[in-house]
């Protein structure tokens, strides 16, 4: 009779929580629908630019800053790529301490310099200084790094939810800004007489810069190139990467945790059976940007997890001269688990090929699931 009391008490609390969970999920909004955002006003977009000149150097100088246990992936990498394949800027990738950065959700890679480093070598400080998101928004070593190159006069960069962390560096109060659609609500609370902005992709506001979620590091990039060397140097640019056109238009209401959204993470999450690691070759000369794109979407799945491999042991160099470390020493990978290589492809195309690849592979809403995170406005999906 007691084990059956038990039995019933655990099915009725299993049900019980069954209940709660369903309600909960049907109480999310459905799938919002996709429009392309109006066109920004010129005077808009020519203050924008402005507001992002050179402070100091006539070629300036540009920081991307990370912590070493974890500091977003794309939002590290791709600002790194296009701004180097620009040669407009002298770009260093820093860390707060010696040793490797842990990218996340994937990569690791050793960068250039640490902040002690770079102080020593440049008192007078950078012209920019990017910050992407990292683990922990309230890191001391880099807050008080970041608030020491605003007072330097450098322009800060939040891309995606680094914003966060220029937040707690106590650069956004009485600042208009944005953020990762995700942390809104976050910074919002954290710092009420920030103005948040909605329907803009990147927002610049008296010397400090901030984006929306990950994939806007390629159109402040651009941005940022205009402002330096002007706007035929960063189509040009934008061609080579495949990016022909952007601003800073925005659909911000296409963003939001949504019940599809919800069900995805749950479903993936639960077929724990079928995760697979999918391995992509790490090779001398790759491209930063691209592979920084395909291994953060195909990471992004819940149903996947990329992985570097490389012949032999030790860093590969990138297109941009970043030493990328390898997860694993590998002569090859298995062929049904091997991520297609994206020599020859222009970085936003090869999103936009992960994309479909991941469609193929897990359905169009674990596509839409890995974009929403990206914050990649739809219509440039495939």
Not at 71 to 92: C, F, N, Q, S
Not at 231 to 252: M, Y
Not at 362 to 375: I, K, N, P, R, S
Request: charge should be neutral; proline fraction near 6%.
């Amino acid at each position: 009779m007691n084990s059956r009391r038990v039995l019933w008490s655990a099915l009725g609390a299993v049900a019980l929580v069954a209940v709660i969970g369903g309600a909960w999920i049907f109480s999310l909004p459905p799938a919002p629908s996709a429009a392309a955002p109006p066109a920004i006003a010129q005077d808009e977009r020519d203050a924008t630019v402005a507001a992002l000149k050179p402070p100091k150097r006539q070629r300036p100088l540009i920081a991307i800053i990370g912590i070493n246990d974890a500091t977003e992936t794309t939002d590290y990498l791709m600002p790194y790529g296009i701004l180097k394949r620009a040669d407009i800027a002298d770009v260093v990738t820093l860390a707060t301490a010696p040793g490797p950065v842990q990218l996340f959700p994937v990569l690791k890679v050793e960068p250039q310099a640490t902040i002690a480093e770079f102080d020593a070598q440049h008192p007078d400080g950078a012209d920019y200084v990017i910050v992407p998101a990292m683990s922990r928004d309230d890191d001391p070593v880099a807050l008080r790094w970041i608030r020491n190159q605003s007072a330097r006069g450098a322009i800060v960069i939040g891309v995606c939810a680094g914003a966060k962390v220029v937040g707690d560096a106590g650069l956004l109060h009485g600042k208009r800004a944005t953020t990762h659609w995700y942390s809104v609500k976050e910074l919002r609370g954290k710092h009420p007489t920030m103005r948040y902005v909605e329907d803009r992709r990147f927002v610049v506001d008296d010397g400090v810069a901030t984006t929306t979620g990950i994939s806007a590091s390629m159109p402040i990039s651009l941005t940022l190139i205009e402002a330096i060397a002007g706007r035929d140097k960063a189509r040009a640019v934008g061609r080579d990467i495949g990016l022909a056109d952007w601003d800073a238009r925005h659909d911000s209401d296409a963003f939001k945790f949504t019940r599809p959204f919800a069900l995805t993470a749950i479903r993936n999450t639960a077929a724990f059976w079928a995760h697979e690691q999918l391995g992509i070759e790490l090779k001398e000369g790759v491209d930063e940007v691209s592979l920084a794109l395909v291994t953060d979407a195909w990471s992004r799945t819940y149903r996947s997890q990329a992985v570097t491999f490389a012949s032999a042991a030790g860093a590969q160099h990138s297109r941009g001269g970043l030493r990328i470390l390898s997860d694993q020493v590998a002569a090859n990978w298995p062929a049904a688990q091997l991520l297609p290589a994206s020599d020859g492809t222009k970085p936003a195309e090869a999103l936009d090929h992960a994309l479909a690849g991941i469609a193929a592979r897990y359905g169009t809403d674990t596509a839409d699931f890995v974009a929403m995170q990206l914050e990649y406005p739809k219509h440039q999906m495939p």
